[in-house]
């Protein structure tokens, strides 16, 4: 074997089932495994502490296990296509290898790319290894239309091909060249930490999030869980607590979304665990159907223009949220866990600390910034996801986003989730808020979720006046989520009478 192969690390960041580093490895003498930190990912404005770090804690535990085969990781600064064009030229590269990716600047790149290996005339191997079926086979089944159900998704996935068999790790891995310094490529001596980064204004110091990286512990865990047999068979999504304070769902997505365990993998070992019973919990809200709406919201992101955005978007109903400068102090309140509402703002505050929250505690947080409370677009909670959920995923948070303020997929608007009776549900005596709201922790429960209805003695004996040391709430709940349903049902008849008469605004167009 001889030549010289370039392995393009984007979000599989793990050994076990990648493919494509596989094929590398397959027909080369020499690897250069690289990850290319893009330089406008690098800004705590939009991505924090909590997220950069975890995926630069992904890029460790990827080098060490790259190590013990025989190998380094290469951490390069730069845009991907620019970086990839130049090291083709430098070291001769013969060989490229990469994961496709769904989401538009993913395709726009890989069509880049695709570009750049045919005229250089090298080989070039990629795959859908973020995902568990080829788009392009589910949207050929469904005639090119874009599923936008989940029975629809079903239906076409049970004809599609099973979900390809993960494969292991390679044992050995070629070295890179020795002594690697490309000359037009900047590259990190090692793998970088936020220390590393204090140029771009991050400080070490915010990272609080108490999950692990690394594709031994995203396995440790989803092996630990799928052991629990009874549990997994029985898993119903809606049943489970979004108060719990230990996460209640398997906590696999930050794992699944840098790739560093393969979904794959999951799934296969989770369909092995529900063989083994006679009846078990079915899509959508088994696990394996949790798997299915990451698909859907994947398929969906991909073959739908402008899916992040509300204009443009054949999928998105056309709402006037509220824009300015009101708009903007009231989302800084949600963003920083300062709305009044208990519940709300524990959970604004385990995004921030943790990076991670469970399914339902978004829902509440979403719902109320959008449709539920403060009428604001659902494009900018999304942003607010995006820098802090360590687990952010672009189509799945899109998609969901596009859910929680009944924008597309779900419409039943007269639903709204209740800031205060929500989280009592699961949560009486409001531990969740005493632990992520802690001004709180001394509210006797009769008031942990309303603490402005507290009589002054009790603020006082709980150590935390409300307007003066925990805010007030910043809308009147009843008052003005009835007040959105009328809103939004306004919003939605003209969407469905503009939506009727797409002739007349052709012929105006041509005009
Ligand atoms: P489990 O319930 O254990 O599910 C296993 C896996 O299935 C998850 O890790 C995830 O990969 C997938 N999954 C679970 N629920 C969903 C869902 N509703 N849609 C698509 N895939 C799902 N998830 C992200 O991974 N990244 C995001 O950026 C993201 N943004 C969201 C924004 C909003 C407003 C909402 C309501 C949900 C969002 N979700 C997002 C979906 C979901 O909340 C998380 O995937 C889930 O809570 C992660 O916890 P878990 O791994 O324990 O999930």
Known sequence: MSGVALHWFRKGIRLHDNVPLTKAIESCSTLIPIFILDTDFLDPKKVSANRLGFLLDSLKCLDEDLQERGSRLIVAKGKPSEVIFSLIEEFKINKLTFERGTEPFNKDLDDELIGIVNANDIEVYSNWGHILF??????????????????????LASSAPTPLKPIPAPEKIPPPPADFKPKNVEIFISTPTLSDLKEYGYDPEAMTTWFKAGEKEGIKIMEDFLKQKQRVASFEKPKTKPTALLPDTTALSPYLSVGSLSV????????????????????????????????LTYLIGYSTPNFHQMREN??????????????????????????????????MNQLRS???????ARHLVACFLTRGDLWISWELGRDVFDKYLIDADWSINNFSWHWMSCSAFFYQFFRCYGPVSFFKKTDPNGDYIRKHVPILAKYPVKYIYEPWEAPKNVQEAAGCIIGQDYPRPIVEHKTVSQANMGKLKKAYDKNKADRAKPAKVNAEKLE
């Open 264 to 295: 794959r993998l999951f799934y296969h070992k989770l369909l092995e665990v529900l063989k083994s019973f006679k009846r078990h919990s079915k899509p959508p809200v088994s696990l394996e159907g949790q798997l299915y709406w990451r698909e």
């Open 354 to 360: 943790d990076g991670w929250m469970h399914h339902l």
């Open 134 to 155: 080829n788009p392009d086979h589910i949207l050929a089944l469904n005639n090119g239309k874009t599923p936008v159900t989940m029975n629809v998704f079903l239906k």
């Open 314 to 347: 054949p999928l998105c109903y056309q709402i006037p949220w509220t824009e300015g400068e009101a708009a903007q102090e009231a989302l800084k309140k949600w963003e920083m866990g300062q709305t009044g509402y208990p519940a709300v703002d524990a959970a």
